[in-house]
Structures are given as C-alpha cells and as structure tokens.
Nanobody, 124 residues
Framework: EVQLVESGGGLVQPGGSLRLSCAAS????????MGWLRQAPGKGLEWVSS????????HYAPSVKGQFTTSRDNAKNTLFLQMNSLKLEDTAVYYC?????????????????RGQGTQVTVSS
C-alpha cells in the first residue's frame, strides 16, 4: 500500500522558517518523481514544487520560487520542503505527492497520490 506521511508543520511567525518531511513507503521511491501541493483556507489545491527521481531537477510555482526548496533522500525514502521567509499567504495544508516521471514539472501534471497533509500556519 502506498503511504505518504507528512510531518513538520506548525505555527510560525511571518519571516520564519519550517522544514516539512514526507516519509514514503509502498512503492519504489527512487523511481518516482515527487512533489508538494498545498491548499489554503477556502481555496483549491495548488501545486507548489516537484523534484525528479534523482533529485537533481526541481520545479517551483512562481509564488514560492526562491523561497522554498525541495529535496529528497532516496536512501531514506524521504522528501523535504524547506520553507523560508514565510508569509501569511503561505498558510495552508501541505501535501506530499507522487507524480508520474513523464509529467511532474508544473501545475498541469496530476498527482498520482498524496498524503493526508500537515498544517502550516503563518501568523503573528
């Protein structure tokens, strides 16, 4: 069974940082493109970032480019999202997602599976 379990969310002040983690199991992680989605209160699901199976190619939504960094540790089947300079509008539930290897580079690519999510709240 495919499982994606996010952790690391919480409450942070504007300008602060958080690092999200996603533990993956039930599939061959090293063979899979991965990424992050988020859903802000009252809004739809938004693609945030993606990373190829090797971890050497990343893509970001314009709204987070230069602010967020996605990485992975294939030896530990873990995906990361480092979020810096957090803003009020970054408040959302963040989901780890598995993507097809032939479509992971932007918001047009549908996720194959996503986790249950972790809440990130940016507030003073």
């Amino acid at each position: 069974e495919v499982q994606l379990v996010e952790s690391g969310g919480g409450l942070v002040q504007p300008g602060g940082s958080l690092r999200l983690s996603c533990a993956a199991s039930g599939f061959t992680f090293i063979d899979s493109a991965m990424g992050w989605l988020r859903q802000a209160p009252g809004k739809g699901l938004e693609w945030v970032s993606s990373i190829n199976w090797r971890g050497d190619i990343t893509h970001y939504a314009p709204s987070v480019k230069g602010q967020f960094t996605t990485s992975r540790d294939n030896a530990k089947n873990t995906l990361f999202l480092q979020m810096n300079s957090l803003k009020l509008e970054d408040t959302a539930v963040y989901y780890c997602a598995r993507f097809p290897n032939d479509c992971y580079e932007d918001s047009s690519c549908p996720a194959l599976r996503r986790g249950q999510g972790t809440q990130v709240t940016v507030s003073s």
